[in-house]
């Protein structure tokens, strides 16, 4: 079976450029979150969705991040306009149940803001 | 602030011993925990998970829940230098909504 599918998996960019981040989670799957990891602050959930709903965004760290859930097999994390500070493995995970349940996460993308 | 909190190691021990890792959470409401291992640029891979006060046990793996001390641990037995990985602690339930994470410790195990 296929795995939570994220895309690109490395992506370089410029300061103020936007930056699109993919994910597929697991089919079945109801429960879908983004994360952000970093040396300094280890791994951070940025938003999670339940049943294509989001339902807590207090991690998104300002209005510059938005994502969205249009049906149940695909979401975007958006970041405009980027910045160097930004740069950080972007992970999606997904759970076939809520959130406090076993969460399976896709390889990640990992975002280079010069 | 609701906290994960863990040994950063590095944690390092001979080939076939027992590596203990070691979480403690701030929450005394928290309900679910997981072990999540991380390979070197890889992303955290859920190996064991544990909703009850004692043990729950998984080949080599075991994990152990202690909501009074608000502690739990993982044991690996006959460790093996493939589970020399960064071994994360993940908590859910309590007053917050989401799974937070330690920021993990570093386990290797020499040959």
């Known amino acids: ?114 | 602030q609701k906290e994960v909190e863990q040994n950063s190691g590095p944690l390092s021990v001979p080939e076939g011993a027992i590596a203990s890792l070691n979480c403690t959470y701030s929450d005394r409401g928290s309900q679910s925990f997981f072990w999540y291992r991380q390979y070197s640029g890889k992303s955290p891979e859920l190996i064991m998970f544990i909703y009850s006060n004692g043990d729950k046990e998984d080949g080599r793996f075991t994990a152990q829940l202690n909501k009074a001390s608000q502690y739990v641990s993982l044991l690996i037995r006959d460790s093996q230098p493939s589970d020399s990985a960064t071994y994360l602690c993940a908590v859910f339930g309590g007053s917050q909504g989401n799974l937070i994470f330690g920021k993990g410790t570093k386990l290797s195990v020499k040959p």
């Open chain 1, 1 to 114: 079976d296929a795995g939570v599918i994220q895309s690109p998996r490395h992506e370089v960019t410029e300061m103020g450029q936007e930056v699109t981040l993919r994910c597929k989670p697991i089919s079945g799957h109801n429960s879908l979150f983004w994360y952000r990891q970093t040396m300094m602050r280890g791994l951070e959930l940025l938003i999670y969705f339940n049943n294509n709903v989001p339902i807590d965004d207090s991690g998104m760290p300002e209005d510059r991040f938005s994502a969205k859930m249009p049906n149940a097999s695909f979401s975007t994390l958006k970041i405009q306009p980027s910045e160097p500070r930004d740069s950080a493995v972007y992970f999606c995970a997904s759970s076939f149940r809520a959130v406090g349940y076993e969460q399976y996460f896709g390889p990640g993308t990992r975002l280079t803001v010069t």
